[in-house]
């Protein structure tokens, strides 16, 4: 029963982790990174590519309201690479499929 605990926060621990990666990836694409708010984050079948649900100010002070960012890992890094102006299922369809074309 212990390992199994130990097991469990191990893997609880390791998810904080790839998010926080995920998150400073997509705090870099931002024009003002610290006002960030972040919803959800949605990782791809083969866990190379996620959706992250932001809301943050663009140039003229404004939250945008939530959208998507798609964030890759590139050569083990995490990368945002494209800001989607859609629901997260729709995201998931596209790095599904970005990530299919790619095996």
Do not use: H
Not at 75 to 84: F, H, P, Q, T, V
Request: hydrophobic share 35%.
């Amino acid at each position: 029963m212990a390992k199994f605990i130990v097991l469990s926060l191990c893997c609880v621990l390791l998810v904080g982790c790839g998010d926080s990666a995920v998150k400073k990836a997509v705090r870099e694409s931002l024009v003002d990174p610290d006002s960030a708010k972040f919803g959800s984050v949605k990782y791809s079948k083969n866990g190379e590519a996620a959706c992250v649900t932001v809301n943050a100010k663009n140039r003229m002070g404004g939250y945008t309201g939530d959208s998507q960012i798609i964030v890759e890992k590139i050569d083990g890094k995490w990368s945002a690479i494209n800001d989607e102006d859609t629901s997260q299922d729709t995201c998931m369809q596209v790095i599904d499929e970005l990530t299919n074309n790619r095996s």
